[in-house]
Each structure stands twice: as C-alpha cells, then as structure tokens.
T-cell receptor
Framework: KAGVTQTPRYLIKTRGQQVTLSCSPISGHRSVSWYQQTPGQGLQFLFEYFSETQRNKGNFPGRFSGRQFSNSRSEMNVSTLELGDSALYLC??????????????????FGEGSRLTVL | GQNIDQPTEMTATEGAIVQINCTYQTSGFNGLFWYQQHAGEAPTFLSYNVLDGLEEKGRFSSFLSRSKGYSYLLLKELQMKDSASYLCAVSPSGGYQKVTFGIGTKLQVIP
C-alpha cells in the first residue's frame, strides 16, 4: 500500500514567481490536507480537500490555492512568491480514510514534503 | 482560535525518562495528538487522547487533562534514536481535518 507521495521534493524559486506542488494521497483515500512548516511558526494548516471539494481553509492569503482531481491527487499553488514562503510544504492523508466508512479521527499520515526555497 | 504551548528544547540522557508538556487553549476540542518528527523527515503519529487519563504504548505514554488544557508525552528508557522534535496537536470540535500543531519540542538525547 503506497504512502503519501509529494513532488517535487526540493525546489528553488525567486520572488514573484509562482509554484505548483503535487500530492498523491494513500491509495483509495479521498481526503488530502496541506500544511506549511517553518522554524518560527511550526506546522500551519493550509487547506483540506475531500472528493474534489475544499472543505476547510486556514488563514493564508489568497496567493495560496489548491485543487483536487477525480483521482484524489491534489495540487497546491502559490503565486507571487515572497521570501517568507520558504518552507516545507507537507501533504497529509487521514489514517481513518477507508472509503465509504470514513472516520476521520484527525490522525494524519504525512508525505515527505516539498521543500521550497524562495530567493 | 487555537493556542498550543510546549517547550522549545529539552535535553535528556540515554536510558532516562523525559516528560514533554503541552498546554492548549481551544475554542472546541475533539482530541489531542502527539507526533514525532526526525530532522529532515515527515512527522509520524505517536498517540491520540480523547478522554482524560493516560494512554500507554510501549515506551511512550501520553496523558490528557481536558479541564486543565494540559497534556504530556512521557518517554521511557530513552534511546539515541528518540532525538527528534515532538509536536503536540489539537483537533477542534467539528473539524477533524483542521488539526492545529504546536511549534514542537526538540529533544536531544545524550549518552
């Protein structure tokens, strides 16, 4: 059973550019959550998708957006990059997501993350 | 909103016991989690407390007091591989998906 797969693992961008990150959740899972992790702020919730619909959103500016496809793969996009966007972006799949009887206890299985550096 | 406090760093000796405290203030509460994160790796789930009391899982135990907004993670028989950051996280009521994390406690285990 494959885990959560994120691509790319590392990337470097310059201010003003935009970036797209990809996440494939655990096979058969429909929910995907995105988090930003920085040394100063820790892990902060970005948004969560379930069956192609955004169900929850964190307190991030509109430059941060996402979507989910019918195969449950999700992408997040950050436009007009700023230096402060340098972070590890983590995607997570709820451990309790088992299809029709979805019970989300909040336990999350994380991918390895995409480390973004903005110069 | 949510506010989670935990110490930034701790040091403990191999073979000893260490307790990592976490206090939280939330507008609603459904459960408290502890995650372990080794440097350069993704966080991995350790424990989940919904009710007051102690949950034991091998060398790791987690305690919760909902009335006090307090939890701790207890690590026994420390091993060098336990050097990692330990993240306290809270799941708010009605929103399991919007888990809020503390900044993490970086634990260094020394010989």
């Amino acid at each position: 059973k494959a885990g959560v797969t994120q691509t790319p693992r590392y990337l470097i961008k310059t201010r003003g550019q935009q970036v797209t990150l990809s996440c494939s959740p655990i096979s058969g899972h429909r929910s995907v959550s995105w988090y930003q992790q920085t040394p100063g702020q820790g892990l902060q919730f970005l948004f969560e998708y379930f069956s192609e619909t955004q169900r929850n959103k964190g307190n991030f500016p509109g430059r941060f957006s996402g979507r989910q496809f019918s195969n449950s793969r999700s992408e997040m996009n950050v436009s007009t990059l700023e230096l402060g966007d340098s972070a590890l972006y983590l995607c997570a799949s709820p451990i309790g997501d088992r299809g029709p009887n979805f019970v989300n206890t909040g336990e999350l299985f994380f991918g390895e993350g995409s480390r973004l550096t903005v110069l | 909103g949510q506010n989670i406090d935990q110490p930034t760093e701790m040091t403990a000796t191999e073979g000893a016991i260490v307790q990592i405290n976490c206090t939280y203030q939330t507008s609603g509460f459904n459960g408290l989690f502890w995650y372990q994160q080794h440097a350069g790796e993704a966080p991995t789930f350790l424990s989940y407390n919904v009710l007051d009391g102690l949950e034991e899982k091998g060398r790791f135990s987690s305690f919760l007091s909902r009335s006090k907004g307090y939890s701790y993670l207890l690590l026994k028989e420390l091993q060098m591989k336990d050097s990692a950051s330990y993240l306290c996280a809270v799941s708010p009521s009605g929103g399991y998906q919007k888990v809020t994390f503390g900044i993490g406690t970086k634990l260094q285990v020394i010989p």
